[in-house]
T-cell receptor
Framework: GIQVEQSPPDLILQEGANSTLRCNFS?????LQWFHQNPWGQLINLFY???GTKQNGRLSATTVATERYSLLYISSSQTTDSGVYFC?????????FGKGTMLLVSP | NAGVMQNPRHLVRRRGQEARLRCSPM?????VYWYRQLPEEGLKFMVY????????ESGMPKERFSAEFPKEGPSILRIQQVVRGDSAAYFC?????????FGEGSRLTVL
């Protein structure tokens, strides 16, 4: 099946800092999504982005399908951004999740 | 527009009992997916269903686990004779067209 690797596995930021999270995948994809799992365990949709670039407030994402990677940018981070960020991709069947990047934003 | 609804949110069972987890998809969504998340891990696919049909169950354990999505009512994930290793968060997602929307999960604890 398709392999999904996320980096870095852990990240600690000071409030106000910017960061870039990376997702590499091993095959062509029909679907790519970014999720934020908050400290209460809820999974929140961030982006549905099989290709191209999207922005939503302080977050933006870019997927370069031909090179098999996606990037999630977080600008001016806030403590509420803490949690785990998952990249999930769909090749020929269902959505496969990476292991996530655990982000801690300190005040 | 209600999101994906899962219940119960928390369930405690003793070893050997049965657990039933329910999922109502978002209105208009006919595809339901179940995922399991063990502590400190990512989500693992279990099963993909459409109304009255199992489309892909490649992630389901061969024994004790079953899932259904009847014509009427919610999707049900059923775990028979639970063991401690079944303790996890079980997430349901629904989709209209490939983009998945997740419920808040059901957290199963097996004593």
């Amino acid at each position: 099946g398709i392999q999904v690797e996320q980096s870095p596995p852990d990240l600690i930021l000071q409030e106000g800092a910017n960061s870039t999270l990376r997702c590499n995948f091993s095959d062509s994809v029909n679907n790519l999504q970014w999720f934020h799992q908050n400290p209460w365990g809820q999974l929140i949709n961030l982006f549905y982005i099989p290709s191209g670039t999207k922005q939503n407030g302080r977050l933006s994402a870019t997927t370069v399908a031909t090179e098999r990677y996606s990037l999630l940018y977080i600008s001016s981070s806030q403590t509420t951004d803490s949690g785990v960020y998952f990249c999930a991709v769909e090749g020929y069947s269902t959505l496969t999740f990476g292991k996530g990047t655990m982000l801690l934003v300190s005040p | 527009n209600a999101g994906v609804m899962q219940n119960p949110r928390h369930l405690v069972r003793r070893r050997g009992q049965e657990a039933r987890l329910r999922c109502s998809p978002m209105k208009g969504h006919s595809h339901v997916y179940w995922y399991r998340q063990l502590p400190e891990e990512g989500l693992k696919f279990m099963v993909y269903l459409q109304k009255e049909n199992i489309i892909d169950e490649s992630g389901m354990p061969k024994e004790r686990f079953s899932a259904e999505f009847p014509k009427e009512g919610p999707s049900i994930l059923r775990i028979q004779q639970v063991v401690r290793g079944d303790s996890a968060a079980y997430f349901c997602a629904s989709s209209p067209n490939g983009e998945l929307f997740f419920g808040e999960g059901s957290r199963l604890t097996v004593l």
